[in-house]
């Protein structure tokens, strides 16, 4: 049994975090929750793409604007910064994920790495999988994105996720009330509503889409269109991401089915 998130008495007013990982319908989300809380919605980000934002960060920012009911930020990283802090992360299927990172990228002049777009999806995977900087962006980055290897002394585009990272991403994960996928956009949604339904009774989230990219694309047809060579080091450059993926997806059923959310779906 999993019980819908309740106010505590922290001193803390109630306030939903999304953890916003690039690409990964955060900007859908976001017009969800922007919709729902008007200008109590924020977006929280850091001076430059890659400067973080810590807990105490967060913490920080909320203390000086304790109107904020909503906070969407893709460089805020957890753990929660206090105990009315509900937690939103969507989860993707990381082959899908890295085509749109790829499509999204090369149409907008104002990603970094832009330059790596220029040939055909192939020669992008080629390029971040080589151990370029920018690749990181889809070398296990929603492991690192949800555990401590964001925090390397390098910086985040150094960093590597290890084993001990995917437990870490795991756990956060089995902690959280709500988690999302994807795939199972409008199912999450749901599942989010109920989950803080006690917190904000009137929650309801739209399942508009933003910057959606061409989704027709499966992971089959991707893999005749690199082939096998990338398609396997992709994988192998993947194992940590597949994996958390897999263990999103098995707890999202889990949430449909505790929460009642439609017909709890089979986990892939």
């Not at 975090?17 to 929750?33: E, M, P, T, V």
């Not at 105490?56 to 203390?63: N, P, Q, V």
């Not at 920018?134 to 150094?158: C, E, K, M, P």
């Amino acid at each position: 049994m999993i019980n819908p998130h309740s106010i505590r008495e922290d001193g803390n007013p109630p306030v939903i975090i999304h953890y916003h990982i690039f690409k990964n319908a955060g900007s859908s989300l976001d017009l969800a929750l922007q919709q729902h809380f008007g200008n109590q919605w924020t977006t929280y980000e850091g001076s430059h793409a890659h400067d973080l934002r810590t807990s105490a960060d967060i913490g920080k920012f909320l203390k000086a604007n304790p109107a904020i009911r909503a906070l969407s930020s893709h460089l805020a990283r957890p753990p929660l910064p206090h105990g009315n802090a509900l937690p939103i992360v969507f989860l993707r299927n990381p082959l899908l994920r890295a085509r749109s990172v790829y499509e999204f990228t090369r149409k907008d002049p104002g990603q970094p790495f832009r330059e790596a777009t220029t040939g055909t999806f192939a020669d992008y995977l080629d390029w971040a999988l080589s151990g370029a900087p920018g690749g990181v962006v889809i070398r296990n980055y929603q492991v690192i994105h949800l555990s401590s290897a964001s925090f390397a002394d390098q910086g985040i585009l150094a960093a590597q996720a290890s084993d001990a990272d995917l437990l870490e991403a795991q756990a956060l994960l089995q902690s959280w009330k709500a988690i999302g996928i994807v795939e199972k956009y409008a199912q999450s949604l749901e599942v989010i509503e109920h989950a803080y339904r006690q917190v904000f009774p009137q929650l309801a989230l739209q399942p508009e889409h933003v910057n959606r990219s061409d989704t027709s694309s499966q992971e089959d047809s991707i893999r005749d269109e690199i082939g096998e060579r990338l398609y396997l080091e992709f994988n192998r450059q993947n194992q940590l991401d597949n994996q958390l993926y897999r263990y999103a997806t098995e707890r999202l059923a889990d949430l449909c089915a505790a929460y009642e959310v439609g017909q709890a779906y089979e986990a892939a």
